[in-house]
């Protein structure tokens, strides 16, 4: 019985440890500029954030805060629900999410934020893509994997909104 006590606390604390070890949350960010109400001066986009970070753990969070961040960022879109299917002669700015997360690395957290943004017109033709790579390291205390990913984050939405709201007005 001693024995199937101690494999029940073990695992317990196991379990613990995981859930309290999981992703560090982030922060809802928003870089809004009343000069770019909506980039390229156009008023409906559709917004496509991929995941291929090799670990899609909390994936649906995660492109949630993305898609949130840029669409607080740009108040003067509308932004379209539909599928990409069924709304081909929307513009579309697409993030392509590559690394969002934190690691330990000789008592240090090291957090990344990295993907590649394109929006594409009405027609499909590029018109601007680029990537964001921002990283932020802090010695390992108590919730410094949450401090450094939110950096790392904020940078990297900061410099996504800028690059978007640079496009050439269109029309």
Same mark, same amino acid.
């Given at each position: 019985?001693?024995?199937? %006590?101690? $494999?029940?606390?073990? *695992?317990?604390?196991?379990?613990?440890?995981?859930?309290?070890? =999981?992703? +560090?949350?982030?922060?809802?960010?928003?870089?809004?500029?009343?000069?770019?109400?909506?980039?390229?001066?156009?008023?409906?986009?559709?917004l496509n954030v991929l995941?291929?970070?090799?670990?899609?753990?909390?994936?649906?969070?995660?492109?949630?805060?993305?898609?949130?961040?840029?669409?607080?960022?740009?108040?003067?879109?509308?932004?379209?629900?539909?599928? %990409?299917? $069924?709304?081909?002669? *929307?513009?579309?700015?697409?993030?392509t999410v590559f690394?969002? =997360?934190? +690691?330990?690395?000789?008592?240090?957290?090291?957090?990344?934020?990295?993907?590649?943004?394109?929006?594409?017109?009405?027609?499909?033709?590029?018109?601007?893509?680029?990537?964001?790579?921002?990283?932020?390291?802090?010695?390992?205390?108590?919730?410094?994997?949450?401090?450094?990913?939110?950096?790392?984050?904020?940078?990297?939405?900061?410099?996504?909104?800028?690059?978007?709201?640079?496009?050439?007005?269109?029309?």
């Amino acid at each position: 019985m001693k024995q199937y %006590a101690g $494999a029940f606390l073990i *695992t317990a604390v196991c379990a613990f440890g995981a859930a309290a070890c =999981g992703p +560090a949350p982030i922060r809802p960010q928003s870089f809004a500029d009343p000069a770019v109400p909506c980039p390229a001066g156009l008023i409906t986009w559709r917004l496509n954030v991929l995941d291929q970070r090799a670990e899609t753990e909390d994936s649906e969070k995660m492109i949630a805060t993305v898609r949130n961040g840029i669409e607080t960022s740009f108040p003067g879109c509308k932004w379209s629900t539909a599928s %990409a299917e $069924a709304d081909t002669g *929307t513009p579309a700015i697409t993030i392509t999410v590559f690394r969002l =997360g934190v +690691a330990e690395h000789n008592r240090y957290q090291d957090a990344a934020a990295e993907w590649n943004v394109t929006a594409t017109s009405s027609t499909g033709s590029t018109m601007t893509e680029f990537d964001v790579n921002e990283e932020d390291s802090r010695p390992a205390y108590s919730r410094a994997d949450e401090e450094a990913l939110n950096e790392a984050f904020r940078k990297a939405l900061q410099r996504t909104v800028r690059g978007l709201g640079a496009m050439q007005r269109l029309g």
